[in-house]
C-alpha cells in the first residue's frame, strides 16, 4: 500500500501542470457590499447560456470575494487585456485595498475597471458546490467591449499575449526601428 500513498500527489502535480496548458484569457471579478469593494483574478470564467444570458466563474470557496458576491447578489467581470499583468497580480494578491489607485468606470452597482477590454454586469443566479470551489453563475444584464483590443493571456503559468499577424508586424517594425 505504502509504495501507492503518493499517487494521488502525482496525479495532483501532473493535474496542476497539463492544465496549465490551457490557455485562458485572463479576468478580474469585482463586487461590492457595505464593507466596501472585493475583486480578485479568475482565469476560470466561461460563457454558459444564451437564453437566458448565462456565464459562470469558479472560485475558491474560501476567498472574501467569493462570499462577498453571495452577500451582494451581483458581480463583474472584468476581462483584461494584453498590458494589464499589474493588474492581474495586484488582484491575486490578498491585500486590503486592492482598489488603491485603480480606475473605474461610474455608474455601475459593482466595479467596472477602465483598463477591461470587455466587461459582463451579472446578477447572481446560483451559487453551486464544485469541489472546494464554487460555481457562481451570472445572469448578464450589462456588458460592453473595447474594438481593437487585445487580450490578457495565461499560459504554463505564465502572462502572455496573443501574436496576431498585425501584432507580428508591429513587433517586426519595433525591431527594425531599434537598429
Ligand atoms: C492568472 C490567475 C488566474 C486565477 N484564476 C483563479 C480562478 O479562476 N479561481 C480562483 O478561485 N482563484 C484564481 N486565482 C487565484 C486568486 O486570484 C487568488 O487566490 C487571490 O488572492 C484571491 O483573492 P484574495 O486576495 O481576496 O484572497 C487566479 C490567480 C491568477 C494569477
Given amino acids: 500500500m505504502s509504495m501507492f500513498e503518493k499517487a494521488p500527489l502525482r496525479l495532483e502535480s501532473s493535474y496542476r501542470d497539463a492544465i496549465s496548458h490551457f490557455a485562458t484569457g485572463v479576468t478580474v471579478i469585482t463586487t461590492t457590499t457595505e464593507s466596501g469593494h472585493a475583486g480578485m483574478t479568475a482565469s476560470a470564467v466561461t460563457s454558459l447560456s444564451l437564453d437566458p444570458l448565462q456565464l459562470l466563474t469558479c472560485l475558491r470557496t ?3 470575494t467569493r462570499s462577498a458576491i453571495e452577500l451582494s447578489g451581483r458581480f463583474a467581470v472584468n476581462v483584461l487585456g494584453a498590458h494589464a499583468e499589474d493588474l492581474a497580480i495586484k488582484f491575486a494578491t490578498p491585500s486590503a485595498d486592492k482598489f488603491a489607485g485603480v480606475p473605474l468606470v461610474g455608474g455601475h452597482p459593482v466595479p467596472v475597471l477602465r483598463e477591461a477590454i470587455a466587461y459582463f454586469v451579472c446578477d447572481l443566479a446560483a451559487a453551486l458546490p464544485g469541489g472546494d470551489h464554487t460555481i457562481m453563475v451570472g445572469n448578464v444584464v ?3 467591449h473595447r ?9 504554463s503559468r ?3 499575449e496573443i501574436c496576431t499577424p498585425a501584432t507580428h508586424e508591429r513587433q517586426a517594425r519595433q525591431h527594425e526601428m531599434s537598429w
Fill in 147 to 155: 474594438a481593437d483590443s487585445q487580450p490578457l493571456v495565461h499560459f
Fill in 158 to 160: 505564465q502572462f502572455s
Fill in 142 to 144: 450589462d456588458c460592453g
Fill in 62 to 64: 474560501e476567498l472574501p
